[in-house]
């Protein structure tokens, strides 16, 4: 009886042990897709707080977003543009995730070239990497 106490231990420990290590290689993951979350909806000091300096971003006396990537280069997106959406294909072999700041269209068609947000995650942080 005791043999299957042990055993029963042992997994119980082996499952616990599984779910933590799948939590910390997946936090990268969830907190970029919580950043997206909330640029998308436009809380922006959320946002701001998972940021990993120098990457920042602030609103601008404009009702415009204000964006600092990570070489410090800094970018002014109209707020007629947001909010951000999240680009389909992810943000490619270099990014974990692409934003894109679409702004408005006639017909379907934008009136403006649209603002490229390029992120990555690490750890709980997220940085902007670039910004076009």
């Known amino acids: 009886m005791l043999?299957?106490?042990?055993?029963?231990?042992?997994?119980?420990?082996?499952?616990?042990?599984g779910a933590l290590m799948y939590a910390w290689v997946d936090l990268p993951r969830r907190t970029v897709?919580?950043?997206a979350g909330d640029l998308y909806h436009q809380r922006y000091q959320e946002a701001a707080g998972m940021l990993r300096?120098?990457?920042a971003l602030g609103?601008?006396?404009?009702?415009g977003l204000?964006?600092?990537?990570r070489t410090g280069r800094s970018i002014v997106v109209p707020g007629a543009k947001l909010p951000f959406k999240v680009a389909g294909?992810?943000?490619?072999?270099?990014?974990d995730l692409k934003?894109?700041?679409?702004?408005?269209?006639?017909n379907g068609i934008l009136?403006?070239?649209?603002?490229?947000?390029?992120?990555?995650?690490?750890?709980?942080?997220?940085?902007?990497e670039a910004v076009d």
């Open 3 to 17: 043999k299957y106490k042990v055993i029963l231990f042992l997994v119980v420990c082996l499952v616990g042990v």
């Open 33 to 35: 897709q919580a950043f």
């Open 53 to 55: 300096p120098p990457s």
């Open 59 to 63: 609103l601008d006396s404009d009702g």
């Open 66 to 69: 204000i964006l600092v990537d």
């Open 89 to 95: 294909g992810g943000g490619g072999p270099e990014h």
């Open 99 to 106: 934003m894109m700041a679409l702004g408005p269209s006639t």
């Open 111 to 128: 009136d403006s070239t649209p603002v490229t947000l390029y992120l990555s995650g690490a750890g709980g942080k997220v940085t902007i």
